[in-house]
């Protein structure tokens, strides 16, 4: 089931939390919103689910399948919540947590006792808590209790599923754990979902669609190879990873990055963003691409190297390699190198990070 | 070597001063109920207007905890989980009772209701009657115990706020499933507690009550009016102390109700 958000401005007082959105999230797609926090992603997704209002300008919709339901009522919206901090009801137990969508229904939609029990225990099963069913959401690790909220989602069988910040809450063993484990149940049910993160990384692995927000705006809407490769601003790019900022100028079709004592005619002048993975340290300044920097920290613990450098103008410069690629020169701290970007972006010069 | 010696005396001054002010009268009441023999005690029972007393207190408590109770659920239900306006009037005015004097508050009624007003006029000419008289007695109640369920959940519920009612809402329930199944269980001691308190107010209420009730024997006299008509008057003593046993009673099981409540609630959340 595809969801559809247009023109949706929401205010708080004279304080603007969303401007004009405009997004979709396709049929069985996962969708990232992500950005930093008090960019109106929550905010939003609170407004998709019908817990806040919007400011009805023309043209505002929200449309679950092409039809509109803002005059819907929220029982009847069948949209699964899952709250930042759960939001588990304290005195049920967790088979109580996980049936209450389903003790709440009244009239024809009502399933016998024993339907209920049986669907319950199948996404027990499903979120791998069997035997815990009778334990309360005190008794439960962190992981454990976002497992409970998504079964007690799941439970209603939602049109699609919306997740508020899922694994802000918890440790980052656990959360790798249930980032995966998210993504293969999300394979296997094809439920259209859509979550809220301010971690990249998280966004990149989880999502197929991303949409970067910043300052209640869309910043960029794509797959996560578009957004990153192909950020649309320095916003983007910038909240998409480490990212370095050259100045410099571009001279039939070479770059040259600014240093001290070469003063570049200011109209020429450009800011050149690099990704860490995307530099290249040499002793030499063959070619005299290169931007004079000293070493200030070799970091070899982990699947790459990290490298930590000064410019000249004493700005600090990120750079990440792999193994073998360190091995050839062996910089130590303190070593003067050359660093040359072997792939740069350059944006209008309109914004600023 | 003083900061062992400090507490221990901070803590025998405490003892002495609870001793001296708390216990001592509460022991004096019942020494003196029992100083002529238990048959004197029990004797003091065999008392029509002494009967009359205990169940015009129920039944003033009676009516007055339940109205309490529900408009106190109600009103910390709209107050925590909305925004509306006035907000801020309603919760100063939840107070008020609190602020003002029981007498004050007594005689509010019989200004409103008494003979000289229009009110009045209109009541007498409908033959109803509320000062000196049941009804009136009710309504001080009312007003004097008013803040008591009130004030107990609106920081129980403030501090619980309000997502697992926007959760339930989520799961499909209507108003009565969420504050049933949701609400009403995270409250419920702290509501028990609201109650009880709330209930020995009530119960033991004599300033508002003095006011409107025109200490008329066997008619409108509660149980505190009935103990100070016969301690000022003829049958002074054992008497009087008698029935104040049945109000110290009431303080030392509300005491002990609300002990387990606090000791269920800290069990609960270990």
Known sequence: ?353 | MTSKIAPVILILLTFFYLGLFLVLPLAAIFVEAFRKGFAVYLNSFNDEYAWSAIRLTLLTAGIAVPLNVIFGVVAAWCITKFEFWGKNILITLIDLPFAVSPVIAGLVFVLIFGRQTFFGEWLLAHNIKIIFATPGLVLATIFVTFPFVVRELIPLMQEQGVLEEEAAVMLGAGGWDIFWRVTFPNIKWGLLYGVILCNARAMGEFGAVSVVSGHIRGETNTIPLYIQTVYDGYAAGASAFAMATLLAALALITLIIKSIIEWKEKRRER
């Open chain 1, 1 to 353: 089931m595809s969801v559809e958000v247009r023109n949706i401005t929401k205010k708080f007082g004279s304080f603007v939390a969303l401007e004009n959105i405009n997004l979709t999230a396709p049929d069985g797609d996962l969708v990232a919103l992500l950005g930093p926090s008090g960019s109106g992603k929550t905010t939003l997704l609170r407004i998709i689910a019908g817990l806040e209002s919007f400011e009805s300008v023309s043209g505002a919709d929200i449309l679950f399948r092409g039809v509109s339901v803002v005059g819907d009522r929220l029982s009847e919206r069948r949209v699964g919540f899952v709250f930042q901090h759960y939001a588990l009801f304290r005195r049920h137990t967790v088979y109580g947590n996980i049936a209450f969508g389903l003790k709440v229904r009244r009239g024809k939609e009502r399933l016998s006792s024993r339907a209920i029990r049986e669907r319950v225990m199948k996404l027990i099963h499903l979120v791998q808590l069997d035997g815990l069913e009778l334990r309360y959401p005190d008794q439960l690790s962190g992981g454990q209790r976002q497992r409970v909220a998504l079964a007690r989602a799941l439970a209603i069988e939602p049109q699609f599923l919306l997740l508020d910040e899922p694994f802000g809450a918890l440790d980052s063993r656990v959360r790798q754990n249930l980032r995966r484990w998210l993504r293969r149940m999300h394979d296997e049910i094809k439920l259209t979902s859509i979550f809220v993160t301010h971690d990249q990384e998280e966004a990149l692995e989880l999502a197929d669609r991303i949409v970067v927000m910043n300052k209640g705006r869309v910043e960029q809407e794509g797959t996560p190879t578009e957004v990153f490769h192909n950020p649309k601003n320095e916003f983007v790019m910038d909240f998409l990873g480490n990212v370095n900022l050259f100045h410099g100028r571009i001279e039939s079709g070479r770059v040259f990055l600014e240093q001290s004592g070469i003063i570049a005619n200011v109209d020429d002048r450009k800011r050149f963003f690099v990704r860490p993975h995307e530099i290249e340290l040499v002793p030499d300044n063959i070619d005299n691409a290169g931007l004079p920097a000293k070493i200030k920290r070799v970091q070899l613990a982990g699947a790459i190297v990290k490298v930590e450098l000064t410019s000249i103008e004493n700005n600090e410069i990120f750079v990440e390699m792999s193994h073998e690629k360190y091995a050839v020169h062996k910089f130590q701290n303190g070593d003067s190198v050359f660093v040359v970007p072997k792939n740069s972006i350059v944006f209008p010069e309109d914004y600023s990070i």
